[in-house]
């Protein structure tokens, strides 16, 4: 029994980390206002057939924090990539000079930056929903268990340790949109 509610705090335990992990991936999606590779992350450009990202076709760094070059390994994919970043509507306008594009990152008014703190708590919510889902299904688990036979006093054990997990990532999430929050607002 004891192995069965081990199980059930590392399965919680994985699955919130995990929840971090999509969240943190999601709020580097969100730009702030500074030239970030990964805001081409979502890019896909049509090589030769494939659909490729078009990380995995060029070099793309960041020379200041207003710009973006992309250099492809392929001079001839200059325009399917100036294409495909345009189709992905990130609102950028590419500028291809015949061996690399460049990409000036606009700067975010007022009310752009409001809509992306907006953005950025309601992706914050949607993880901390996750998070008590996971946390109900532990429950739950430790519930069944206990009507299996399991010691009362060690479900009382699970059922606070995992309240503590939740308790403990639901902290690192404020933490992330407090400061993606003062990233995006920074001017």
Known sequence: MNEELDFLYAEAEEKMGK????????????????????????????????????????????????????????????????????????????????SLIRISVPPLTEERRKELVKRVKAEAENTKVSMRNVRREALDGAKKLEKEGAPEDLVKVLEHNVQELTNEFTGKIDKMVEGKEEDIMTI
């Open 19 to 98: 929840a971090i992990t999509h969240l943190e991936k999601e709020l580097s999606k969100i730009r702030a206002g500074k030239a970030n590779p990964q805001m081409l992350d979502s890019v896909k450009v049509d090589y030769y057939g494939v659909m490729t990202p078009l990380a995995q076709m060029s070099n793309i760094n960041t020379p200041d924090p207003r710009n973006i070059l992309v250099q492809p390994w392929e001079k001839n994919m200059l325009e399917p990539i100036e294409r495909a970043i345009q189709a992905a509507n990130l609102g950028f306008n590419p500028q291809n000079d015949g």
